[in-house]
């Protein structure tokens, strides 16, 4: 069983920057490649990035590339998402998840955290 907490979630203005954490329990993470999502209201999950177990290999929807940075620290079990020039469309709900079997698909994903939510103002 692994349980992921996200947090780092806010509001912020467009243009902005945020730096989200998922911390995950259990000595597995490490072996996990893991994956971002969000939600935004009245719409279907999506993905955001995912990396592999080792942080050697990453990968990001074309909505947030050059604009989010996935990465992980195995040591402190923990896998980050740096969000900047944040815009308003980047409003949602976020989630990680893990462990990531396809990345973009949200139903391949095993543990799920309560999310973050993160407000983008124009």
């Known amino acids: 069983q692994v349980q992921l907490v996200e947090s780092g979630g806010g509001l912020v203005q467009a243009g902005g920057s945020l730096r989200l954490s998922c911390v995950a329990s259990g000595r597995t993470f490490s072996s996990y490649s893991m994956g971002w999502f969000r939600q935004a209201p009245g719409k279907e999950r999506e993905f955001v990035a995912g990396i592999s177990w080792r942080g050697a290999t990453t990968y990001y929807a074309d909505s947030v590339k050059g604009r989010f940075t996935i990465s992980r620290d195995n040591a402190k079990n923990t896998v980050y998402l740096q969000m900047n020039s944040l815009k308003p469309e980047d409003t949602g709900v976020y989630y990680c998840?893990?462990?990531?079997?396809?990345?973009?698909?949200?139903?391949?994903?095993?543990?799920w955290g309560q999310g973050t939510q993160v407000t983008v103002s124009s």
């Open positions: 998840a893990a462990p990531a079997l396809t990345y973009r698909i949200p139903e391949s994903y095993d543990y």
